[in-house]
C-alpha cells in the first residue's frame, strides 16, 4: 500500500521560493496511470489543484500557477518536489501530497497535509 507523507518549512517569506516534498512508500508506483498530487487548502477555501507528475515523467502545472512553480521526481530517493517561486500571501495554505490513479480516478492515500505560512 502507497504512503505519502509531506515535509518542508513551515514559513516562507513573503518574494521568496518554497519548496516542498513528497516522500513516497510503500508500494510502487511506477505506473502511467499513477500520479503524484499537490493539492492545497488555503485558509477559508476549498481544494485547489496545484499540480501533478507521473513516475519519473513531465510534470503538468495549474494555469494558475504555471509561471511561478514545478513539480519534479528525485527518483533515487521517491521524492516528489514542489518549487514555488515568489510566493504571496496567498500561497499560505495546506499543502497536500495526493496519490492520483487515473485508472479508477481516485485520489488516494492523502498525506496528512504540511502547513505553511507565508512572513514579511
Known amino acids: 500500500q502507497v504512503q505519502v507523507q509531506e515535509s518542508g518549512p513551515g514559513l516562507v517569506k513573503l518574494s521568496q521560493t518554497l519548496s516542498l516534498t513528497c516522500t513516497v512508500s510503500?508500494?510502487?508506483?511506477?505506473?502511467?496511470?499513477?500520479?503524484v498530487t499537490w493539492i492545497r487548502q488555503r485558509p477559508g477555501k476549498g481544494l485547489e489543484w496545484v499540480g501533478h507528475?507521473?513516475?519519473?515523467?513531465?510534470?503538468t502545472i495549474s494555469s494558475s500557477l504555471e509561471s511561478r512553480a514545478s513539480i519534479s521526481w528525485d527518483t533515487d530517493s521517491s521524492r516528489v518536489n514542489l518549487h514555488l517561486r515568489s510566493v504571496t500571501a496567498q500561497d499560505a495554505a495546506v499543502y497536500y501530497c495526493?496519490?492520483?490513479?487515473?485508472?479508477?480516478?481516485?485520489?488516494?492515500?492523502w498525506g496528512p497535509g504540511t502547513q505553511v505560512t507565508v512572513v514579511s
Open positions: 507528475i507521473p513516475y519519473a515523467g513531465r510534470a
Open positions: 495526493v496519490k492520483y490513479d487515473d485508472s479508477t480516478i481516485l485520489y488516494d492515500p
Open positions: 510503500g508500494a510502487s508506483i511506477a505506473h502511467a496511470y499513477i500520479y
